[in-house]
T-cell receptor, first 112, second 112 residues
């Protein structure tokens, strides 16, 4: 079983739509969680960290459910520039420093 | 830009050949991680170097090897190339024990 599972999509939504991505992780000892964004043929970049209490950054809201080992990302009022692949990332307890487990990514296309 | 630079950006090799990929980390970062990203997949951890020592390895065979230099730049070497080694190779630098990795733009390797 993979450490991190994501629905690869693709998700195709109109501008202004609200879209949600989900991710599950297998190691209950996982300690840190992130969403990275990767534009086509570019490198991944940190979008936001995910905290137990949930956190929001503008139009983006991240949630963590430790009991269900589930992470989500909600994007409100989608913009064309949000089109990208969103990678769910987990750091597990005891893993090598800097060893991040990436999901395969969820592809989002926002159309006009 | 992240300040992490990789070279070469693109290269083509044939099966059985050897390749060396290079990475200069962001100033002040003493930890370098290497990831392999196949098409349509998330990045997979190859190994990490911290202060010139290998500090963890993913599920890759010994023909994948690396080095880190005193200035914290790093090399990834792959011997006896196979077709499945075709991928984007990403270098990421960071400070120890933090979740934000700063990725270079990657080296895209094609093995024919």
């Amino acid at each position: 079983r993979k450490e991190v599972e994501q629905d690869p999509g693709p998700f195709n939504v109109p501008e202004g739509a609200t879209v949600a991505f989900n991710c599950t992780y297998s190691n209950s000892a996982s300690q840190s969680f992130f969403w990275y964004r990767q534009d086509c043929r570019k490198e991944p970049k940190l979008l936001m960290s995910v905290y137990s209490s949930g956190n929001e950054d503008g139009r983006f809201t991240a949630q963590l459910n430790r009991a269900s080992q589930y992470i989500s990302l909600l994007i409100r009022d989608s913009k064309l520039s949000d089109s990208a692949t969103y990678l769910c990332v987990v750091i597990s307890m005891g893993s090598t420093l800097g060893r991040l487990y990436f999901g395969r990514g969820t592809q989002l296309t926002v159309w006009p | 830009e992240t300040g992490v630079t990789q070279s070469p950006t693109h290269l083509i090799k044939t099966r059985g050949q050897q390749v060396t990929l290079r990475c200069s980390s962001q100033s002040g970062h003493n930890t370098v991680s290497w990831y392999q990203q196949a098409l349509g997949q998330g990045p997979q951890f190859i190994f990490q170097y911290y202060r010139e020592e290998e500090n963890g390895r993913g599920n890759f065979p010994p023909r994948f090897s690396g080095l880190q230099f005193p200035n914290y730049s790093s090399e990834l070497n792959v011997n006896a190339l196979e077709l499945d080694d075709s991928a984007l190779y990403l270098c990421a630098s960071s400070l120890p024990n933090v979740g934000e990795l700063f990725f270079g733009e990657g080296s895209r390797l094609t093995v024919l």
